[in-house]
């Protein structure tokens, strides 16, 4: 079972970026799905969640307004869309997948079962 995260780059502030994440070995189209974020030395954190049909969302506040969530099940993908990128948004970007189907958005880390490898991101000023 594998998620492959893509998409990432280096980008000017004010800049966009989109990141894609493919899944393989198994579908997670009825599965809530997020997207997290570590910078250097920093933790893990959620970004942004969606729930298992893409009706529902969560994002954390420092994104709020600024990326979009988003999966098209028919293709098993889901995608981040970040504009306005800022500095402090520099971090390796990760996909991950609730263990449980049919879910809402998960916001806790704990709950996500499957990890991509992560994508780079770094904005610069």
């Known amino acids: 079972v594998q998620l492959q995260a893509s998409g990432g780059g280096l980008v000017q502030a004010g800049g966009s970026l989109r990141l894609s994440c493919a899944t393989s070995g198994r579908t997670f189209s009825n599965h809530p799905m997020g997207w997290f974020r570590q910078a250097l030395g920093k933790e893990r954190e959620l970004v942004a969640a969606?729930?298992?049909?893409?009706?529902?969302?969560d994002y954390a506040d420092s994104v709020k307004g600024r990326f979009t969530i988003s999966r098209d099940n028919a293709k098993d993908m889901l995608y981040l869309q970040m504009n306005s990128l800022k500095p402090e948004d520099t971090a390796v970007y990760y996909c991950?997948?609730?263990?449980?189907?049919?879910?809402?958005?998960?916001?806790?880390?704990?709950?996500?079962?499957?990890w991509g490898q992560g994508t780079q991101v770094t904005v610069s000023s």
């Open positions: 969606i729930n298992w049909s893409g009706g529902s969302t």
């Open positions: 991950a997948a609730d263990r449980r189907p049919w879910g809402g958005p998960a916001s806790q880390l704990n709950q996500y079962a499957y």
